[in-house]
């Protein structure tokens, strides 16, 4: 099984770029993120030609995530995290597909640093480390896969000094991807690239792409389940090369059945 994830930044305007993808790679289940599209614009019929079934949780102009499955549609499980009646914002969305369960996430970026969207952040993390902490409780088979906006150490950005007063990579960000290690969850791509420089994101600007000026804050983590069928894990980096791409590159990882 290939689970993938994919930050699309903005599902309309790269919906070709999208389905040049899906019929490249085939993953199983894909999960998007920063649709950037309102729940009645996301393109459910084009995505259904294509051989997948949606569920998605949009917001006009910002964030929203969606889980595609190969076949029959995911079964929705929650959108949103408990804790917050206030928060409007479409970052989390579960399904069940067939045994497995798949949370697909688009955390806050948190900039700038400190301040009121940082604050933000911090509480949207808390508030998902106790989701999180409850799906292991339930003994099934999880996977958490999306845009985490965090970096979780030097190895993961092309010059960590430069970066240490940024929201992706402070302290308080970083003890929180570590709690998730702390909890039982397993990093697919770095547990199988332990020392490889593997980027997911280049920003547009000063040809960062071209220099490989880039930062991993995309990842999957694993259940202890899961993690004992991890097999693979990679990036597409040349769907980041292509024309008028999304700043992210997939990220995928491979599971024995």
């Known amino acids: 099984m290939r689970i993938a994830t994919f930050n699309i930044n903005g599902v309309n305007g790269r919906l070709a770029a999208l389905l040049r993808w899906l019929d490249e790679e085939k993953p199983d289940v894909a999960c ?11 393109p459910e019929a084009a995505l259904r030609e294509a051989g ?9 102009a910002w964030n929203g995530v969606a889980i595609l499955a190969r076949g029959d549609p995911p079964v929705e499980r929650r959108r949103g995290l408990d804790g917050d009646a206030e928060d409007t914002h479409s970052r989390y ?8 369960i798949v949370g697909c996430l688009y955390a806050p970026n948190g900039n700038p640093a400190p301040g009121p969207k940082f604050d933000y952040k911090l509480k949207w993390y808390a508030r998902f480390l106790l989701h999180a902490e409850d799906l292991l409780a339930e ?6 896969a999306g845009d985490y906006n965090i970096i979780p150490t030097d190895l993961d950005v092309y010059v960590p000094d430069r970066w240490r007063d940024d929201a992706l990579f402070r302290p308080e960000v970083r003890t929180a991807y570590r709690y998730m290690l702390d909890q039982g969850w397993t990093d697919a791509l770095r547990t199988l690239h332990p020392d490889e420089r593997i980027y997911t994101f280049w920003d547009y ?30 990036v597409d980096r040349r769907v980041r090369a292509r024309e008028k791409p999304s700043d ?6 491979e599971l024995k059945d």
């Open 32 to 42: 998007l993120q920063e649709l950037k599209a309102p729940q009645d614009r996301f």
């Open 52 to 60: 997948y079934g949606a569920i998605w949780h949009g917001q006009s």
């Open 93 to 100: 969305i579960e399904a069940e597909i067939g045994d497995l």
């Open 139 to 144: 003994g099934r088979p999880v996977i958490l």
């Open 205 to 234: 600007l000063r040809r960062r792409f071209d220099r490989d000026a880039g930062l991993r804050i995309d990842h999957l983590m694993l259940d202890p389940i899961l993690a004992k069928r991890l097999v693979a894990a990679g």
């Open 248 to 253: 992210h590159a997939p990220v995928w990882v």
